[in-house]
């Protein structure tokens, strides 16, 4: 039906399935297509990524597209890449142009079925895989009607108020390198120091797909919860329960329990650990019941704090048992990996789906792996690449988020050797993890001089006042800082550029 939008004088044509419902701060639209017409011509558009690692971002309507290019195996980790074209400029879920007056036109999906928005010059358009949810329509302050949109959002999907405090994680400094007398060692080295969790990351596991202990661990897993505890940090643990390698015994003696190509075979869902990786049907009940044991097991050993990574993987296109729309898929192995855990476990996700993961994760991860270094030489012009800079300009593009979930930009550093990280992006890195008001890091004590221990310890002691005065621009604890040209990569780093 054809239907005008009025928004204090600025009239938007639209094409929608249904009447719509006027709300606080905008309009919501039953499910199907949508299309506004808007008179701005070519502008910015906000285009949002599907998962934690998918680009986020303003581009010009008339200007590249913000996406994952030239790397066909990368399309496997970013839904929203395969929607990827060089002229069209679309995301996941929500999306938004910049109207003349410096207000913004949104529109956003308010649940699942694989929504997309995208724009041109003169339309802004929403569809879905599966229509199913309704849609909000709004115009106003760009702050505002993000803020608008997350709260319709969360009072759909829910909202959940676990807080993660202090996070040290083995990942940035051990990597997969990890073993108990290690894990032992650095937890001695960090007691007294302001952190809440400590977190085992990859490489306590015999293989990816096969949750047991590894040999590196052989008094078990919970012995090193034990230890964790004892030196009073919340024991945390690394898994990617949605996913296995080829050599897993998950994989090999069952591989009926993974989703299926069109060949019969299993799908390959992406590649890491120098290997494909296949996902888990979870539409099946034994994979269910696989789950239950795993995080039984998980809990049992005393880990409270459970990082779950390459999320993404339970979300992919593929053939399953049942002919359910994969993000509800999704979303209901995730609630019932929480229904076994419990609601005192606190779940933070990564390469999560974002929108499917609302309500029943507590964080969420809102960029790339960051890395000891600024850009990645490997993947030059990939946004979702590793890289500080990266991990920057995603996160702080979702900082309206952080009223879905708590938001974790990723690690920061205080450490000068290990790294090739200046003194300047080091700062950028910890303020962004302030503006999000999530605080975690890598590095080890033993790698640190007195100087950055003091700087690590006076950093994660803080509750910083956060003030938005900007896209871009924060005020923290009085101190004013401006990421534009880090976001806009209109400048190289320095003390100058971010400090107002």
């Given at each position: 039906?054809?239907?005008?939008?009025?928004?204090?004088?600025?009239?938007?044509p639209a094409n929608v399935s249904g009447q719509p419902e006027a709300v606080p701060g905008g309009f919501v639209v039953p499910s199907g297509p949508v299309a506004l017409l808007h008179p701005?011509?070519?502008?910015?558009?906000?285009?949002?990524?599907?998962?934690?690692?998918?680009?986020?971002?303003?581009?010009?309507?008339?200007?590249?597209?913000?996406?994952?290019?030239?790397?066909?195996?990368?399309?496997?980790?970013?839904?929203?890449?395969?929607?990827?074209?060089?002229?069209?400029?679309?995301?996941?879920?929500?999306?938004?142009?910049?109207?003349?007056?410096?207000?913004?036109?949104?529109?956003?999906?308010?649940?699942?079925?694989?929504?997309?928005?995208?724009?041109?010059?003169?339309?802004?358009?929403?569809?879905?895989?599966?229509?199913?949810?309704?849609?909000?329509?709004?115009?106003?302050?760009?702050?505002?009607?993000?803020?608008?949109?997350?709260?319709?959002?969360?009072?759909?999907?829910?909202?959940?108020?676990?807080?993660?405090?202090?996070?040290?994680?083995?990942?940035?400094?051990?990597?997969?390198?990890?073993?108990?007398?290690?894990?032992?060692?650095?937890?001695?080295?960090?007691?007294?120091?302001?952190?809440?969790?400590?977190?085992?990351?990859?490489?306590?596991?015999?293989?990816?797909?096969?949750?047991?202990?590894?040999?590196?661990?052989?008094?078990?897993?919970?012995?090193?919860?034990?230890?964790?505890?004892?030196?009073?940090?919340?024991?945390?643990?690394?898994?990617?329960?949605?996913?296995?390698?080829?050599?897993?015994?998950?994989?090999?003696?069952?591989?009926?329990?993974?989703?299926?190509?069109?060949?019969?075979?299993?799908?390959?869902?992406?590649?890491?650990?120098?290997?494909?990786?296949?996902?888990?049907?979870?539409?099946?009940?034994?994979?269910?019941?696989?789950?239950?044991?795993?995080?039984?097991?998980?809990?049992?050993?005393?880990?409270?704090?459970?990082?779950?990574?390459?999320?993404?993987?339970?979300?992919?296109?593929?053939?399953?048992?049942?002919?359910?729309?994969?993000?509800?898929?999704?979303?209901?192995?995730?609630?019932?990996?929480?229904?076994?855990?419990?609601?005192?476990?606190?779940?933070?996700?990564?390469?999560?789906?974002?929108?499917?993961?609302?309500?029943?994760?507590?964080?969420?991860?809102?960029?790339?792996?960051?890395?000891?270094?600024?850009?990645?030489?490997?993947?030059?012009?990939?946004?979702?690449?590793?890289?500080?800079?990266?991990?920057?300009?995603?996160?702080?593009?979702?900082?309206?988020?952080?009223?879905?979930?708590?938001?974790?930009?990723?690690?920061?550093?205080?450490?000068?050797?290990?790294?090739?990280?200046?003194d300047a992006e080091r700062r950028a890195l910890r303020d962004t993890a302030a503006i999000l008001e999530f605080r975690s890091t890598s590095d080890p004590i033993a790698w640190l001089n007195?100087?950055?221990?003091?700087?690590?310890?006076?950093?994660?002691?803080?509750?910083?006042?956060?003030?938005?005065?900007?896209?871009?621009?924060?005020?923290?604890?009085?101190?004013?800082?401006?990421?534009?040209?880090?976001?806009?990569?209109?400048?190289?780093?320095?003390?100058?550029?971010?400090?107002?």
């Amino acid at each position: 039906m054809l239907y005008t939008f009025d928004f204090a004088g600025l009239r938007i044509p639209a094409n929608v399935s249904g009447q719509p419902e006027a709300v606080p701060g905008g309009f919501v639209v039953p499910s199907g297509p949508v299309a506004l017409l808007h008179p701005f011509g070519d502008t910015e558009f906000y285009r949002h990524g599907w998962n934690s690692w998918s680009p986020s971002g303003w581009a010009r309507t008339d200007g590249e597209t913000i996406g994952i290019k030239d790397s066909p195996n990368r399309l496997l980790t970013a839904d929203d890449a395969a929607n990827e074209t060089p002229h069209s400029h679309s995301g996941a879920a929500v999306g938004a142009v910049a109207g003349s007056d410096g207000d913004v036109l949104l529109l956003g999906a308010l649940g699942l079925g694989s929504p997309r928005v995208g724009a041109d010059r003169n339309v802004l358009w929403g569809r879905a895989e599966d229509d199913t949810a309704d849609w909000f329509v709004a115009y106003g302050p760009e702050r505002q009607v993000f803020a608008d949109y997350a709260d319709l959002v969360s009072q759909r999907l829910g909202r959940r108020t676990g807080r993660a405090g202090t996070v040290w994680s083995s990942w940035y400094s051990y990597f997969e390198g990890i073993d108990e007398e290690l894990v032992a060692r650095t937890v001695t080295d960090l007691a007294g120091y302001p952190f809440d969790v400590f977190q085992l990351d990859d490489g306590w596991e015999p293989i990816v797909g096969d949750w047991t202990a590894g040999p590196k661990f052989p008094s078990g897993m919970g012995a090193t919860a034990r230890t964790i505890a004892d030196a009073g940090f919340t024991p945390g643990l690394w898994l990617a329960p949605l996913i296995a390698l080829p050599g897993s015994e998950l994989a090999r003696s069952r591989p009926d329990l993974l989703v299926q190509g069109e060949d019969g075979h299993p799908l390959v869902t992406g590649y890491n650990w120098g290997s494909h990786y296949y996902s888990l049907d979870t539409t099946q009940d034994e994979v269910k019941d696989h789950l239950r044991e795993v995080f039984e097991r998980v809990v049992g050993w005393g880990y409270r704090y459970l990082k779950l990574d390459f999320m993404y993987a339970g979300a992919v296109a593929g053939r399953r048992s049942l002919p359910l729309h994969r993000e509800a898929v999704y979303r209901e192995a995730v609630q019932h990996i929480r229904s076994v855990v419990g609601d005192s476990v606190y779940l933070l996700g990564c390469g999560v789906p974002m929108i499917p993961s609302v309500g029943v994760f507590d964080g969420a991860r809102v960029g790339p792996d960051v890395g000891a270094f600024w850009d990645n030489a490997e993947r030059v012009g990939d946004p979702s690449g590793v890289g500080a800079r990266n991990s920057i300009v995603s996160s702080i593009n979702r900082t309206w988020m952080k009223r879905l979930y708590e938001v974790d930009p990723d690690a920061v550093y205080f450490r000068s050797i290990r790294s090739l990280l200046d003194d300047a992006e080091r700062r950028a890195l910890r303020d962004t993890a302030a503006i999000l008001e999530f605080r975690s890091t890598s590095d080890p004590i033993a790698w640190l001089n007195e100087s950055e221990r003091e700087q690590l310890t006076r950093y994660m002691q803080e509750t910083s006042v956060i003030e938005q005065t900007g896209r871009y621009s924060f005020r923290i604890d009085g101190r004013d800082v401006d990421l534009t040209p880090i976001v806009t990569g209109t400048a190289v780093t320095d003390a100058a550029s971010l400090v107002v």
